[in-house]
């Protein structure tokens, strides 16, 4: 659906509330309470019937994955009537390659094939060599390395057991850093959640709201976004049919080439919405929700639609 003219009519019913989460990298308590604060903020019989977009990175860096996994996982039965869309981001892509839930390459090729493009930082990352790794995708051995530096010099904190800081998931899972045991500690309906995650989400018919009235766009939501220069179509069509054959995927991982809108989508207009880069960005319709990055003194954030809200964990918000 293209922007539609803006309306007044009094008469025409509220728009559906359309709530985008950004990354919460296993931060159990501000999951919580960014929860509630949407549960505050927003009419009851809305919030109940709202479509809710969590934009990837459920684990890594925070204490408590295996605790946000239980959360998101019982959302459906607790708030039957919402729609929840639960995005892959790079470092639950990571993990779900590590457990072995990936799909295998359409192509025929091996994980394997994958590995010799980066293979020069193998060492350096200390690349997972444990049980299992022969036919592993190239983000799951990162996943789990043992990375020789202590310090991220371009986060500025110190590296959590990999270049993933995935030591912290470990341990919710109750095993030390890259140990094949975690295979046998997450639970099967947490495979099963890290399966069917997708990779893009489209969603008609999404509003916002200005001056000048209620405009209707389509809505499409990726972790890191979509890339410039590339057909969105051809995008589109490979994030659906999870096209494992690829070392790194873009949509999940990059920073540069998926900052901005693709231009023939500025053309529609489209709103695309994403996480991933540790930066709260709002800019006409592209929406960067990861005010967080994981970081323990940072907000979890998420972003309402259509009156483009935002609300964060650490907002104290009172009926």
């Not at 799951?140 to 995935?166: C, L, P, Q, V």
Request: hydrophobic share 35%; proline share 5%.
């Amino acid at each position: 659906m293209t922007e539609a003219e803006p309306s007044n009519n009094s008469t025409v019913a509220k728009p559906r509330l359309v709530i985008c989460i950004g990354d919460i990298h296993g931060h159990i308590t501000k999951l919580q309470n960014l929860w509630s604060n949407l549960e505050t903020q927003f009419d009851p019989q809305h919030f109940n019937a709202a479509t809710i977009i969590f934009l990837g990175d459920y684990c890594d860096r925070g204490p408590d994955t295996k605790k946000v996994l239980d959360f998101l996982i019982d959302l459906p039965s607790r708030y039957p009537n919402q729609k929840h869309v639960f995005l892959s981001g790079n470092h639950d892509f990571a993990f779900a390659a590590f457990v072995g839930v990936l799909p295998e390459p359409q192509n025929g090729v091996s994980f394997k094939e994958g590995w010799k493009e980066y293979e020069e930082s193998e060492d350096r990352e200390g690349w997972y060599k444990g049980d299992g790794y022969e036919n592993m995708h190239l983000q799951g051995r990162m996943w789990a390395g043992h990375i020789k530096e202590r310090f991220n010099t371009i986060k500025g904190t110190e590296f959590k057991g990999s270049i993933y800081d995935a030591g912290p998931t470990f341990a919710s899972y109750g095993v030390p850093h890259g140990s094949s045991d975690l295979l046998k500690a997450v639970p099967d309906d947490h495979k099963k959640f890290l399966a069917d995650m997708v990779w893009v989400h489209e969603e008609d018919d999404v509003c916002i709201e200005d001056e000048e009235g209620i405009r209707h766009y389509k809505l499409i939501a990726a972790h890191a976004g979509l890339e410039e220069g590339k057909n969105v179509g051809e995008q589109l069509r490979f994030l659906k049919a999870k096209e494992t054959h690829v070392p790194k995927i873009e949509a999940l991982c990059g920073r540069k080439t998926v900052w901005d809108i693709p231009k023939e989508l500025t053309e529609k207009p489209i709103i695309v919405v994403s996480g991933h880069h540790g930066k709260l960005h709002i800019d006409g319709l592209r929406l960067i929700i990861d005010e967080g990055g994981g970081f323990e003194n940072k907000p979890v954030a998420a972003i309402a639609l259509p009156s483009m809200k935002l609300v964060r964990d650490t907002d104290n918000l009172t009926k």
